[in-house]
């Protein structure tokens, strides 16, 4: 059974960083591209990152610079390092993953498997 698993979100205050992270299960995760998304209350869901099958990298317009996306291969895990975290972070954030990406990596029917979330909130 494909299962993904996100962990990590905190309440951080503003210039804090975080490291969340995307368990998958039932599948090799670094045979898929893996994205992460955010969704803010009342906004829509927002494409923050992701790591395709060959290991290109994409990251959203508000977030480039201050996130890195990662793969542990040994561990079936894909982390998302925040830092320099604003207010405007704030969000649930979710991995998804597909084996059939298109050029858009932002899109996100082309992802079959989402986790549940996990909440990130920036706020002194």
């Known amino acids: 059974q494909v299962q993904l698993v996100e962990s990590g979100g905190d309440l951080v205050q503003p210039g804090g960083s975080l490291r969340l992270s995307c368990a998958g299960s039932?599948?090799?995760?670094?045979?898929?591209?893996v994205g992460w998304f955010r969704q803010a209350p009342g906004e829509a869901l927002e494409g923050v990152s992701c790591v395709r099958e060959d290991g290109s990298t994409y990251y959203g317009d508000s977030v480039r610079g201050r996130v890195f996306i990662s793969r542990d291969k040994v561990k079936n895990v894909v982390h998302l390092q925040m830092s320099k975290l604003r207010p405007e972070d704030t969000a649930v954030y979710y991995c998804?993953?597909?084996?059939?990406?298109?050029?858009?990596?932002?899109?996100?029917?082309?992802?079959?498997?989402w986790g549940q979330g996990t909440q990130v909130t920036v706020s002194s």
């Open positions: 039932g599948f090799i995760l670094d045979e898929f591209s």
């Open positions: 998804a993953t597909t084996d059939h990406l298109g050029s858009t990596w932002r899109d996100r029917y082309d992802y079959d498997y």
